[in-house]
């Protein structure tokens, strides 16, 4: 019973372009604790949710699946990062790996997820916050080797040299740290 009705979910999360629809679908497999990622993942990326649905929707599943909140945040930050309409977009995507890294602060790629929203053509607001969440996280991330290089060929992109040996040393440094 609680297959098919899965089943009817996952097909409106697919394939329905209603809001009523899709949040009637939702509000079921809340109601249901059907507690599959890969289910919300599909409803997530229905090109048909708004800015704000996504947003519902993801803070939704944040209260009701905590202990995959690492897994939601990433997931919605790629939903924003892939729809780069507008800034806006980048912004929520800067959030929610946010929320990733306070919810899993050893983890390295969400800094790496958002060192590539950087944009490297124009000075924008969002390239200012995304390296002070690079500064502020980095201590407590497990392989920061793989941030330094990271920063290391941002600021080469951006012709800042001295930040570029600066951080292609710390990742020297690191990998070997990590390597022992």
Do not use: C
């Not at 090109?47 to 519902?56: G, H, R, T, W």
């Amino acid at each position: 019973m609680q297959n098919d009705l899965t089943k009817k979910i996952e097909f409106a999360f697919r394939n329905s372009n209603s809001p009523d629809e899709l949040f009637d679908s939702f509000s079921e497999a809340v109601k249901l604790k059907i507690n599959d990622l890969s289910l919300y993942k599909i409803l997530l990326a229905n090109p048909a949710l708004s800015v704000d649905e996504i947003k519902m929707y993801t803070g939704k599943l944040l209260i009701e699946m905590p202990e995959e909140q690492f897994n939601i945040s990433m997931w919605a930050a790629k939903i924003f990062e892939n729809r780069q309409i507008s800034y806006e977009f980048i912004e929520n995507a800067i959030h929610y790996y946010k929320i990733a890294l306070e919810s899993n602060p050893f983890s390295h790629e969400p800094l790496l997820e958002m060192i590539n929203l950087y944009n490297t053509e124009l000075n924008l607001i969002h390239n200012k916050k995304i390296l002070e969440l690079v500064d502020q996280f980095i201590p407590s991330v497990n392989l920061k080797s793989k941030v330094y290089y990271s920063l290391a060929d941002l600021y080469k992109k951006i012709n800042d040299l001295n930040n570029a040996s600066r951080y292609l040393a710390l990742a020297g440094k690191s990998a070997e740290r990590e390597s022992s």
